[in-house]
């Protein structure tokens, strides 16, 4: 993981010090699932490990759209498209289960 970077990232970015090691926690954690459960380096990563990852993620009841918020901002600050493309792809998905149609202003059942 590019930590560093990520730090500077989310300063820039006007992410306040007590969320930066919140973020950088997460993203550690993500590192150390990679080894453990999927036997990869950090950088090679595949959706799929991203898509693993945040079903046992909802499995222990955590807030998955967190998480999935912390991972895009993490590909953003290092500029991998693919990742960030299924990040954000995921974030739609879990806004798709949450969001009704009829709740939008000029949507017509």
């Not at 693993?52 to 500029?79: A, C, I, Q, T």
Request: glycine fraction near 8%; hydrophobic fraction near 35%.
């Amino acid at each position: 993981m590019n930590e560093e970077g990520f730090r500077r990232y989310l300063k820039e970015t006007g992410k306040p010090g007590n969320r930066i090691e919140r973020e950088v926690r997460k993203m550690k954690e993500f590192e150390l699932y990679l080894s453990k459960h999927r036997n990869r380096k950090f950088g090679a990563e595949t959706a799929e490990d991203l898509r693993d990852f945040v079903n046992r993620l909802g499995d222990r009841g955590e807030k998955v759209n967190v998480w999935l918020w912390v991972l895009s901002r993490y590909y953003n600050s290092v500029s991998n498209d693919l990742m960030l493309c299924a990040v954000n792809e995921m974030i739609g998905l879990q806004f798709i289960k949450v969001a009704n149609l009829k709740d939008f202003l000029g949507i017509n059942r």
